[in-house]
């Protein structure tokens, strides 16, 4: 089972920011080269492209708190309508533009009022929103995916995963990740991780007789 508490917190914290510059290196190298077909494949992100996905991550990683408040009130505290305006500002002319802006930012360390770990979510998870449906694959570092498993068990700001998995009982097939109790679901760090964020294209990849429940609380983007 992962350790749990402050000191395990503040261990999985530690060198956050290199984590997600290697995660963002590392995606931004993947879609080199992607035609304007297939940066507007349909991602895993219910109504967003690929590029349009890209260009959300792009925003996260250029608002700063205070210009991210200031967001909040010119859209009258309209989270959606915030997140559209600042995927707008950096999407770009073509895909080729799109990411040339990702790339920009891809050492940054701004970020709006969220934790280090809920950033280091978004380099890996809006990632394979972007990845999957384009048939790329990562292997990402083991570590890494526990420790960010670690951090969204326990976590309802943002993403609800921990009430997503409540009652149930999540191993890993592939590391050390371990939590809860109840039915089982089993699979690989990723594949858990994408379904305690809400993604039900990875339902498929898990085993055990807590899927079943797991599906009813994450939904289908048919």
Request: hydrophobic residues 45%.
């Amino acid at each position: 089972m992962t350790e749990s508490g402050p000191k395990a917190r503040d261990r999985a914290t530690t060198g956050v920011w290199p984590l997600i510059r290697a995660e963002r290196a590392a995606l931004a190298n993947d879609l080199a080269g992607l035609t304007e077909e297939q940066w507007e494949t349909p991602s895993l992100c219910a109504g967003l492209s690929a590029r349009e996905v890209l260009a959300h991550i792009t925003a996260g990683a250029s608002l700063t708190p205070a210009r991210w408040f200031a967001g909040v009130i010119r859209c009258r505290f309209d989270f959606d309508k915030q997140v559209a305006m600042r995927l707008a500002e950096q999407l770009g002319e073509d895909g080729a533009e799109t990411l040339e802006r990702f790339r920009r930012v891809a050492g940054s360390t701004t970020k709006p009022p969220l934790p280090k770990m809920a950033m280091l979510g978004e380099a890996i998870v809006h990632a394979e929103d972007i990845r999957r449906p384009l048939g790329i694959r990562r292997d990402h570092p083991i570590a890494v995916l526990t420790a960010l498993a670690g951090y969204y068990q326990g976590a309802d700001m943002v993403v609800m995963a921990k009430g997503r998995i409540g009652g149930l009982r999540l191993e890993a097939t592939d590391g050390p990740f371990a939590v809860g109790s109840g039915p089982l679901v089993s699979g690989t760090t990723l594949a858990l991780i994408m379904a305690m964020t809400g993604r039900a294209a990875y339902l498929a990849d898990l085993g055990g007789d807590g899927v079943p429940l797991l599906r009813r609380r994450v939904p289908s983007q048919d």
